[in-house]
Structure formats: C-alpha cells, structure tokens
C-alpha cells in the first residue's frame, strides 16, 4: 500500500469528535434553597411570658436559618473548588 493513502486513514481515525460534558457544580439541594421565615411581631397587649417565647421562637428560626445559608456557602464554595480543579489544566 502507498503512504500517500494510508494517512489520510489515519487522519479521519483521529478526528473523531467526543464530546464534553461538565457537571453542573450549583446543583443544590432544594433544603438549603428555602428562604428564611420572618419573625413573628411581639404583641404590646400580651403577657410578658408570651413575648418571651416569641422571641425565642424567633431566635430559633434565625439560627436555623444561618446554619442553613453557611451550610449552602460552604456546599457552594466546594463544588466550586472541585469543578475549578477539574477544568484547570494540567
């Protein structure tokens, strides 16, 4: 067989085209996505004990909703540093 065909075979096995796919690193979890609840207004008119516990309820919900958003940050900022590693060349 003469050289002059057999790279042009070469060349077309080599050109074959695959194709990239890249993950999605912002793929949360809906739990973390939630918006926080808005506090509960204290009532003048009420007893003293009442707007006590309404204020812890509420203390409450801003806790659990600042564990939630640094839960998402750091979730975030990891996807990030994975999906930057993966793309980054070598």
Request: overall charge positive.
């Amino acid at each position: 067989m003469k050289p002059i065909l057999l790279v042009p075979i070469l060349l077309v096995g080599c050109s074959t085209a695959v194709p990239v796919t890249t993950h999605n690193p912002y793929d949360i979890p809906q739990s973390l996505m939630q918006d926080c609840k808005d506090p509960e207004m204290l009532n003048p008119e009420a007893k003293f004990s009442d707007n006590v516990k309404i204020m812890i309820d509420n203390n409450t919900k801003a806790t659990e909703c600042r564990v939630a958003k640094r839960a998402l940050n750091e979730l975030i900022q990891q996807r990030k540093d994975i999906f930057d590693k993966s793309i980054k060349p070598r």
